[in-house]
Structures are given as C-alpha cells and as structure tokens.
C-alpha cells in the first residue's frame, strides 16, 4: 500500500467496522452515479439520433419552402413591400420549459402563434392558394427549427453532465479525490480493511497474553 493511500488509524474492530461503513458508502455512490450516467447516455443516443433525423428533414423542408416561395412570387408577384408595411409584432413566439432527466434539468424551447394573420388578405386578387402554401412551408421550417435548437441545447448540456458523472464515477474507482474534493474513494477503505483485517488476530493473541 502506498503512502498517500494511508490514513493514520490504529488497526482495531472499531476501526475495521467504520472502514466497512465508508467502503460501503463510497461502493454505493457509485453505483448511483453509474445508474445516473446510463440514464443519461440513453437520453443523449436518443436525442443524437432525433437531430440526425431533424437535419434530413429540415432540408427538404427548406427546399420545398424555396420553391413555394417561387411559386408565389410568380403567381401573385413581388408582394414583400406588403409584407413589410403590414409588420408589427411577432406571431410565432417561443416559450422555454425545463425537462429534468436523472437530476439534470434540459432546456426544452416550444413554439406557439400569438394574435392574428396580419397577412390573411395577402393574395386576395391572385396567388392566393399559392400565398397560403407558402405560409404552410414556412411555418413548419419554423417549428423543426425551434425542436432542432432545442434538441442541440439538450445535446450540449447533457454531454456535460455525463462527462462530470464520468469524471466522479473514476474519482471513486481510482481515488482521484482531487476531483470529489474528500477522502472518501475505494482504494483508501480496501487497503486499510486488509491492514486491520491483517492487524485484528495479532492484537487479539496481545489482548489475551498481557497482564491487567
């Protein structure tokens, strides 16, 4: 056993009982955070693979998107003067809500209209329909851009958390107590078990053969 793995603590039963307790504390905090890090790399498969599957679809929604938007500037022609006279505020807002996931809290971003269609009598006299596929296109890019953000933001902060779970769950195991910041790490309690396990029939034959 090494120096800096050695607490300076006599080798009795009471000492082997509270090093048993410690042992098993620290055998039990990681095994939660093991537990906590496979929640959150399943969470973080499934949110990697949902971007993957976001991005695929968001280019042919762009796409489709551009070419209605062509479309509408060749049936109803250029009509972005009225669509910048008649802005005023934004319909399509976002709210934040939080997504909590084995302790760690996920931002969670949700799209929603607010007020009325200010462009509702766009294309009245011709493009109308479309005018109205256009606004159809749009507004789906929008809500994939809005899950897209949210999925990367979820993304980012659950990679974080799964590296400083990680980062503790070796702390424990290799007795990096830098990182937890205690002594509290399973190579200590091993080593100091086998030295009282190794101490205890030596100080029990002592016991017995000293005088009162």
């Excluded at 790399?41 to 949110?47: A, G, K, P, S, Y």
């Excluded at 996920?106 to 109205?132: I, K, N």
């Amino acid at each position: 056993m090494s120096g800096k793995d050695r607490i300076e603590i006599f080798p009795s039963r009471m000492a082997q009982t509270i090093m048993k307790a410690r042992l098993k504390g620290a055998q039990t905090g990681r095994n939660l955070l093991k537990k906590k890090s496979d929640a959150l790399t399943l969470r973080f498969r499934q949110i990697l693979k949902k971007i993957i599957e976001t991005k695929m679809l968001m280019g042919e929604v762009m796409r489709e998107a551009a070419f209605s938007l062509a479309e509408a500037k060749f049936t109803a022609g250029d009509f972005s003067t009225t669509v910048i006279q008649n802005v005023n505020k934004a319909q399509v807002k976002i709210r934040a809500k939080k997504d909590n996931v084995a302790g760690v809290t996920l931002p969670v971003f949700e799209h929603y209209h607010e007020g009325t269609d200010s462009y509702e009598l766009t294309g009245l006299a011709r493009g109308g329909e479309q005018l109205a596929k256009l606004k159809r296109n749009y507004a789906k890019a929008v809500e994939l851009l809005v899950e897209l953000a949210s999925l990367q933001t979820s993304f980012v902060t659950l990679d974080e958390a799964i590296k400083i779970t990680n980062r503790r769950v070796n702390a424990i195991e290799h007795g990096e107590s830098k990182l937890l910041g205690s002594s509290l790490f399973l190579p200590r309690p091993v080593h100091l078990l086998d030295s009282c396990q190794d101490s205890g029939p030596a100080l029990q034959i002592e016991s017995y053969h000293s005088p009162d």
